[in-house]
C-alpha cells in the first residue's frame, strides 16, 4: 500500500502562481511514473503533466509553456510549478503514482493522493 500527500494548493490571482508537492510514502521499491490530474467542477479528471522515474515529461497542451513537474526520486516525490495561472485552471489537482513495485517482483497498484483545490481568481 503507497500513500500519496499532496500539499501546496490555495487561491490565488490570475497571473500567480503555486507549488504543489506530492509525497509517497509506504512500501516503496519504485515508482515508475508520477502525475498530476486535475477536476473542475462537472467536468472528467484530466492528465496534467506526469514524469517518470527518467525524467520523461508529458504534459496537457493547456498548460505547456506555464506549468513545470520535477521529482525527487529519493524522496518519492514529485512537484508541480504553476506559474501564469488562469481561472480555467481552478479545480481539484491530484497526485498519481503508477508502475509502483514493493520489490523487485511485486508490482502495486496505481495511488491516488485526497487532492487539493487550486482556485484562480480573476
Known amino acids: 500500500q503507497v500513500q500519496l500527500v499532496e500539499s501546496g494548493g490555495g487561491l490565488v490571482q490570475a497571473g500567480g502562481s503555486l507549488r504543489l508537492s506530492c509525497a509517497a510514502s509506504?512500501?516503496?521499491?519504485?515508482?515508475?511514473?508520477m502525475g498530476w490530474y486535475r477536476q473542475a467542477p462537472g467536468k472528467q479528471r484530466e492528465l496534467v503533466a506526469d514524469?517518470?522515474?527518467?525524467?520523461?515529461?508529458n504534459y496537457a497542451d493547456s498548460v505547456k509553456g506555464r506549468f513545470t513537474i520535477s521529482r525527487d526520486n529519493a524522496r518519492n516525490t514529485v512537484y508541480l510549478q504553476m506559474n501564469s495561472l488562469k481561472p480555467e485552471d481552478t479545480a481539484v489537482y491530484y497526485c498519481?503514482?503508477?508502475?509502483?513495485?514493493?520489490?523487485?517482483?511485486?508490482?502495486?497498484?496505481?495511488?491516488w493522493g485526497q487532492g487539493t483545490q487550486v482556485t484562480v481568481s480573476s
Open positions: 498519481n503514482a503508477g508502475a509502483i513495485r514493493a520489490s523487485q517482483a511485486t508490482w502495486l497498484k496505481d495511488s
Open positions: 514524469i517518470t522515474s527518467v525524467g520523461i515529461t
Open positions: 509506504g512500501s516503496i521499491f519504485s515508482i515508475y511514473v
